[in-house]
Each structure stands twice: as structure tokens, then as C-alpha cells.
């Protein structure tokens, strides 16, 4: 057979000749047709957690309960090992499995999840959706979105990146009333910072703690309010969790108000937001056509109105006003495309990196050295290390690159393991292979350049739960190799994910640096091989 990277005829001939196996895990067995681990969001928990999605056969749904404890044990042999499992594991996995199968055996799929608490009886349980939740569940959660999972910077930067691009595409109008705006709970939260004058960087100025003039510049970015330069044409800063998503024991500084472009707030006589009858709403602009409207209106740019989002705004219905930006920036589309929006925090506690919420460094353009500078001081203060991404801004407001290409008008987080100053470890705990490769070099085939891998036999059955383990692996050895990291297009994992399921008894799989980040599906649209 031949290799994946030869051409698209022979891959397809291969992919075809597997449709056939498409639905079978060929590691479960009697009870079980497939299980997979997915991230999913909990609300009780605040943030998204590891879920292990089971689908039971026939014989899995028709089961009496002397099999439960045989049909457990088979997913237990093909599972405990993952390390989302041992990393969460309080030892009721068993308790929720049978709880779905005795009262849920209908349903597609079964959801469990390693974090949960035990319950005195399946009554209990049973009263709970199969799913209980205790604070001890909750604290723990937090303690790992800290960074506490693993000592691995490449899995929790890589993790990291997969968050942020996940909560960009997020487009809720609020985040479950009309008095919670998206920001608490979607999107980036994202403040550039010269280090020439704010030193360290996730302090505030001097100016936003004046009397009067209270307030910290941020801008909010998702593909609903995306723009293509950051504030001041600036190069590097930081990121903050969202409230709602931020670990335990973190300071949550409000969001005051919120304006659809660059707000000018050193125009601004009222200090960065405007008094109630000088707001938005005090000016009777409730949407995005009326803001736009004012905007346009002559010499309001230097004077446009801001809309109030704080958790006392006058009209109680903070989340309305705040998709009223949304709409103003989609009606401005390419005009003013160039232009930032602008959220103003209230001013946190200084000199306190423990309690800042602060969940990335990142750089855009030329700006990796001055993220490698913050990322340091930062691990030199608090002893912990804030990955750094690298994002990738919109060129333009609407798409214009054909399916299968990288759309430009989209912004991306990526994670580099050579833009990092420091780097800890090298994969999760108790990964499932001892290695994922038996060798991998680079080769030179005409003008490309590709890591030749050749997998180890575990790694050779790489699944979603171990795909961020493997990947660690090749970073950890080549990841700084100038052939990686002099024309990286960030699309590494998207082929690595890619061979390992349509390529699996390939003898090596060949990957180039240089290809781009694209989806699962258009990489495999792509043979693998997007350009």
C-alpha cells in the first residue's frame, strides 16, 4: 500500500475500503460499541469537563444486572487507563455506568464522567440524572482549569488553545439570563500591553487608578465581533478568563461598560465610561443600527457613546446592550475593519499575580519576544507557567478563501512549543503508551521537507483521549527543530489526528510543518494533506 502522501486516489481507495469498519471501535466488545472521551460543559461545574460518551450494543442496552458488572468490566479494560480517567478518578465510575443501565438503557448514549461523587443508593443517583455533583467535585475541577492536571506546558498550552478557538465560535446572546452578557461565559477577554509602561503586565497603569478615571482598557473578540489590528497597533498581552470559567480563588474585576469601536477615553470628560444620561441607553440608542447612526452622525466619533454592561446597569439588561455591539460591528463589516473594540474593566488588586485571572499570554506578529519576557516574570512571581499563544488576526470581515483553505477572516490560537520561555514536562500522567513512536526524522522529498514518523504499536491505535499525549511527544523531541518552527502553519495535530485514523497500518506517516490548521473534516477532505 502506498504511502498517504503519495495522492488523493490512493488515499480515497483506502478510506473507502475501510466504510465498511467505520462504526467499530475495535477495542470494545459484547456490551460496548464505541466510547469516547469529549470535553462537554457542565454548568454546575462552571466549565467544561471530561466525559466518557458510551455506546452500548444491543446486548449492552438488553442487559440484566448480573452482566452489569461484566459489561463494566469491559469498559473498565479498555479505559481506566486514559489518563482523563486516572487524572479525575474518585472511584464512581461503576456506580454512574449502572445507573444508565438501568434507567437509561433507551438512550443513544451514556455519559459518564471520572470527577463525580459517590451516592448512598441508585435511588439517590437515579435523582440526580446519573450525574451527582458535590463541591468537593467542583473544587477539583478548578484546582485542574488552574493548571494543576498535569505538569505537562504542552498540554495544558495545546488544551489551551483548543479553549480559546472554542469559545470565539461560541455566539450566545448571554450566558443564560438577560443580566448575564456573553463576555461572562464566551469569547476572549483581551487587554495589549507595552511593558515599556505597564511593568509586570497584568498590573494596570497608573492612570486607570485615578479617582475619576477608574477603568482598564480590554477588547472582546469572537467571530461575531472579530477585527483585524489590536489596540495601538501592539503586538503582545494578556488574557483573562472568563468569569464564569475562572478557577477558584481568582479576582473577577467587573466589565463596566462597552463600546463597538476604540472608545478615546482619554476625550473623555465623564472618565472611560460615560455618566447614565450620557450613555447609550441615556441617549435612547438601545441597538446596533442606532449606535451606528450616531456614530455617523457629525463629530460623534470622538463623543460616541459607550453602553453600560455592569451588574447595576440601569436598565437590567446588561446582555441586550452588549450583542448591541455585535450588531454595530456587523454593520460596519469591512469599515472601520482595523479598528478594535474596547470593554472597561474595573481596576484589580496589584502586585497579586495568585489572584489575577489571568489565563494567557499571547503575541501577535513580532511580539513573541515580548511574551516570552511577561511569561517569565510571571513563573519568576507566582511559580506558574501561562502558556503563550500566538494569534493569528482576520484579514477581513467576511470569507474569501474556498472550502478547504485556510479562511483568513477568521482569527486563530495557536500554541507553539518554541514561542514558549519556559516549558515543564513533557506529557499528561499515565499515558496510555510508554511512547507513541518508535522513531521520527526528517526527510527531504523533492522541495518538501516532512517528519517521517513511524508509531509504536500503542501509538499506532491512537485515540481522541491520547492524541494530546502524542502530539506532546513530537514536541517535546522536534518542536524546536528549525523544520518545525521556521515555517510552522499549525496544522501538525490536525495531520497527525488525521493519518492516525485513515492511515493506521501505513508503516510511517509523513507530516509537514508547513501545512495549515483546518478542521478534522477538511483535513481529511484534504487526504490529509491541506494546503
Known sequence: MKKITTGFLSVTAWILSCTALSGVNAQEGIYI????????????????????????????????EQEFAQAFEELSRNHSQDWQWRVYDRGVMQQQFECHARYTKEKYDWNIEPFRPSVPDQAQLWAEGCNPIDQQSIDRLNQIAAGDES???????????ENLTKRYYDTRDNCGT??????????????????AKVNPVWNTSRTSQKEGHKGVSFSYMRTDTKFAALAWHNNSGIIFFP???????????????????????????????????????????????????????PGAQHEKCGFDVSKNAKDNNPAADFMAIRDAMKLLGNDLFDQWNELVLYPWQQNTPETVPLEAFFYSGQGVEEARKN?????????RVIPIVRITLPASFDRRDPPGKVDKSEARFDF????????????????????YF???????????????????????????????????????????????????????????????????DFAQWNLEAFRPKLSSEETRLASCNPS
Open 243 to 297: 468569569k464564569l470559567s475562572a478557577p477558584a480563588g481568582k479576582s473577577n474585576p467587573e466589565v463596566l461598560c462597552a463600546f463597538p469601536v476604540d472608545a478615546y477615553g482619554w476625550h473623555r470628560t465623564d472618565g472611560p465610561c460615560d455618566k447614565p444620561e450620557n450613555s447609550c441607553r441615556g441617549k435612547g440608542i438601545t441597538t446596533g443600527a442606532q449606535w451606528l447612526a450616531h456614530f455617523r452622525s
Open 33 to 64: 460499541d464505541s466510547a469516547t472521551w469529549a470535553l462537554r460543559d457542565s454548568p454546575r461545574a462552571k466549565q467544561p469537563t471530561w466525559t466518557l460518551s458510551i455506546v452500548p450494543t444491543a446486548k449492552g442496552r438488553s442487559m440484566g
Open 178 to 195: 438577560s443580566n448575564r452578557p456573553a463576555f461572562l461565559c464566551s469569547g476572549i477577554i483581551m487587554r495589549v500591553v507595552d511593558r
Open 416 to 435: 507553539f512549543a518554541v514561542d514558549q520561555a519556559i516549558i515543564r514536562g513533557t506529557a499528561a500522567p499515565s499515558a496510555r503508551c510508554a511512547n
Open 151 to 161: 505538569g505537562s506546558t504542552l498540554l495544558v498550552g495545546m488544551r489551551l488553545a
Open 375 to 383: 511569561q517569565t516574570d510571571f513563573y519568576n512571581q507566582a511559580g
Open 438 to 504: 518508535d522513531s521520527a526524522n526528517w526527510i527531504t522529498r523533492g522541495t518538501m521537507v516532512s517528519l517521517s514518523v513511524v508509531p509504536s504499536a500503542c501509538g499506532r491505535y491512537v485515540g481522541d483521549a491520547d492524541l494530546d499525549n502524542a502530539i506532546a511527544e513530537l514536541m517535546h523531541k522536534h518542536g524546536l527543530d528549525s523544520q518545525w518552527t521556521t515555517n510552522d502553519g499549525g496544522g501538525m495535530r490536525a495531520q497527525l489526528e488525521c493519518v492516525s485514523r485513515y492511515a493506521r
